[in-house]
Nanobody
């Protein structure tokens, strides 16, 4: 069973920063796209950032300019740097690694931003 290792969530005050990481087996990380999703309490998943294998990045308007997605291919790890966090950023954050054949999700990590 493929397992994605997520880490980095926690409790932070508004204006603070956190960095999430998502590590995967080399066999699924190489050549795949990585997406970070957020699920606010009781709501649906929202795609907030995505990075392709060649490195093309896209962001949701809600996080543009505050969040940075990156990947370290040699370490089979993707990151989400979050700055200037706001209470509305609170939720469970998931990484997704996928290509035309595979689709894997992390277990989720809680991010709570207090006002």
């Amino acid at each position: 069973q493929v397992r994605l290792e997520e880490s980095g969530g926690g409790l932070v005050q508004a204006g603070g920063s956190l960095t999430l990481s998502c590590r995967a087996p080399q066999t699924i990380f190489q050549g795949s796209t990585v997406g970070w999703f957020r699920r606010p309490n009781g709501e649906q998943h929202e795609l907030i950032a995505q990075i392709s294998w060649p490195g093309k990045v896209t962001y949701a308007d809600s996080v543009q300019g505050r969040f940075t997605i990156s990947r370290e291919n040699a370490q089979n790890t993707a990151y989400l740097q979050m700055k200037d966090l706001k209470p509305e950023d609170t939720g469970v954050y998931y990484c997704r690694i996928f290509d035309v054949i595979n689709n894997y999700w992390g277990q989720g990590t809680q991010v709570t931003v207090s006002s």
